[in-house]
């Protein structure tokens, strides 16, 4: 089985910081491409960054410059730091990651996780 838990969401005022962590657990060949998606009530879910095994990164075009994603291969962890926040960043934040479960099946599955809350007081 494989788990990927979110954790680090709270309440923090406008132009404040965050920091999210997501751990990946379990059954894990491989580690691949990581993510962070939001989720505001009545709106789709989007992009916020993502970032490959390699460290490649890329960004939702509101995130750019304010919002930085970084991983730990070893302990299998994606980090969001979130500075210069908004109350338009109030949202469930996701993390997902593809995994390669087993050496024998080179395909990845996406996994997600429960989500975190983040809350932007104005």
């Known amino acids: 089985q494989v788990q990927v838990v979110e954790s680090g969401g709270g309440l923090v005022q406008a132009g404040g910081s965050l920091r999210l962590s997501c751990a990946a657990s379990?059954?894990?060949?491989?580690?691949?491409?990581m993510g962070w998606y939001r989720q505001a009530p009545g709106k789709q879910r989007e992009l916020v960054a993502t970032?490959?095994?390699?460290?490649?990164?890329n960004y939702g075009d509101s995130m750019k410059g304010r919002f930085t994603i970084s991983r730990d291969n070893a302990k299998k962890m994606v980090y969001l730091q979130m500075n210069s926040l908004k109350p338009e960043d109030t949202a469930g934040y996701y993390c997902?990651?593809?995994?390669?479960?087993?050496?024998?099946?080179?395909?990845?599955?996406?996994?997600w996780g429960q989500g975190t809350q983040v809350t932007v007081s104005s």
């Open positions: 997902n990651a593809f995994i390669q479960t087993n050496a024998f099946i080179q395909s990845s599955k996406l996994y």
């Open positions: 379990g059954s894990i060949f491989r580690l691949n491409t």
């Open positions: 970032i490959t095994s390699g460290g490649n990164t």
